[in-house]
């Protein structure tokens, strides 16, 4: 299975799924919203706050897979939206084919600590970190395209006179979540009152999201938890100066127009030796 799953990852990052890219995003309507993300930033957590919300029913893996669904498996999934739209989850770089959508954001320092646990859980890369991060940096870990890349792309979209897009951080729906979910849920046009949003919000802990696993087990459950610690901020204890510097070298401009902190004090001949990647 391990052997299987690597030939699928490396097949995942190859020029080869540009076609499937494409026929995934066939069938969309005007009145769908998007759900953007990098992996590993919350979109799981979200968007279970999100189903029981938009749906008054309890949140599991399995419902929530088929109402708030990947692009491309969207065909069958229930109109939830004002007006019959779908929300649909994507990982992609931004596409013309998003006309109104809401981007979840991460620092990037959190999420490349969650992406390597992942996918060493998934048996798809060894333990060398450093490694694995410059790979993170240099968008030859995931399909989406870097970190940088990918947010970049839909922080110029919402730039003005651009798409009708909403920017989430993951640190803002973790530390008000009650208050970043009823901003989401103005967005979408849903109103509710705040005792349907509480209970959302409490149906969805990091300990409720992990029971709800155990009933549902993930691709990564038998090795590892696909529900995580869920923190904000982790990195700090966790990675080195030198990876803190690297991580800042690549990503310093966006992390600032975000407001993530960044001590701005990375080694200058390490940036000079590094070329940042502006394309996926």
Do not use: C
């Not at 490349?112 to 970190?129: I, K, T």
């Not at 982790?234 to 510097?245: A, K």
């Amino acid at each position: 299975m391990t052997t299987l799953r690597r030939f699928r990852y490396a097949l995942s990052k190859s020029r080869l799924r540009v076609p499937f890219v494409l026929l995934r995003h066939r069938g969309l309507d005007v009145r769908d919203v998007f759900f953007g993300s990098y992996p590993r930033s919350g979109s799981t957590w979200l968007r279970f706050l999100l189903f029981e919300t938009l749906s008054g029913q309890s949140s599991e893996f399995g419902k929530v897979n088929t109402s708030i669904p990947n692009v491309g498996d969207h065909r069958k999934a229930p109109r939830l939206l004002p007006g019959g739209g779908r929300l649909i989850k994507t990982h992609e770089p931004y596409r013309n084919s998003y006309e109104k959508a809401l981007y979840l954001v991460r620092d990037p320092r959190d999420v490349v600590l969650s992406e390597f646990a992942y996918h060493q859980a998934l048996g798809v890369v060894g333990d060398e970190f450093d490694r694995y991060l410059l790979s993170f940096l240099r968008k030859t870990v995931s399909p989406f395209g870097s970190w940088q890349y990918n947010v970049q792309t839909w922080l110029q979209a919402k730039m003005p006179q651009g798409r009708n897009i909403v920017v989430i951080k993951f640190e803002d729906l973790r530390g008000n979540t009650a208050a970043t979910l009823a901003h989401i849920l103005e967005f979408l046009n849903v109103s509710r009152d705040s005792e349907a949003i509480q209970r959302a919000v409490d149906n969805n802990s990091v300990e409720k999201m992990r029971e709800k696993e155990n009933r549902s087990p993930q691709r990564v459950s038998q090795k590892g938890r696909f529900i995580r610690t869920g923190t904000a901020g982790g990195w700090r204890q966790r990675l080195t100066d030198r990876q803190i510097e690297l991580i800042e070298s690549y990503t310093h401009e966006l992390l600032a127009s975000l407001g993530y902190p960044a001590d701005g004090a990375f080694d200058s001949k390490l940036k000079q030796q590094l070329t940042p990647v502006t394309k996926p």
